[in-house]
């Protein structure tokens, strides 16, 4: 596998090697075609998820718990 690309309404994520030739290409041609903003890296939040890379390559992910009241009927 070369990279991964998700997407989720307005909100991609894009996965691969830093010092692969093949990957930043790829990684490049959305570019483009799209007006986008700034890429956030290392600690960012996609869907509601704050996502962290570690040192070791891998990920912590959080997602903070939101108090919701139901109604309930007594």
């Known amino acids: 596998?070369?990279?991964?690309?998700?997407?989720?309404?307005?909100?991609?994520?894009f996965l691969g090697r830093g010092?692969?030739?093949?990957w930043l290409d790829m990684k490049q041609k959305p570019n483009g075609?799209?007006?986008w903003k700034s890429w956030?890296?290392?600690e960012?939040?996609?869907?509601?998820?704050?996502?962290?890379q570690r040192d070791d390559g891998g990920f912590?992910?959080?997602q903070e718990?939101?108090?919701h009241r139901r109604?309930?009927?007594?």
């Not at 960012?44 to 962290?52: A, L, N, S, T, Y």
Request: glycine share 12%; with cysteine; hydrophobic share 35%.
């Open 19 to 22: 010092d692969d030739k093949v």
């Open 44 to 52: 960012f939040h996609q869907c509601g998820v704050g996502i962290m």
């Open 65 to 67: 718990r939101r108090g």
């Open 71 to 74: 109604n309930r009927r007594d």
């Open 33 to 35: 075609k799209n007006d």
């Open 60 to 62: 912590t992910l959080e």
């Open 1 to 13: 596998m070369i990279g991964l690309a998700a997407g989720h309404v307005d909100d991609f994520l």
């Open 40 to 42: 956030e890296q290392n």
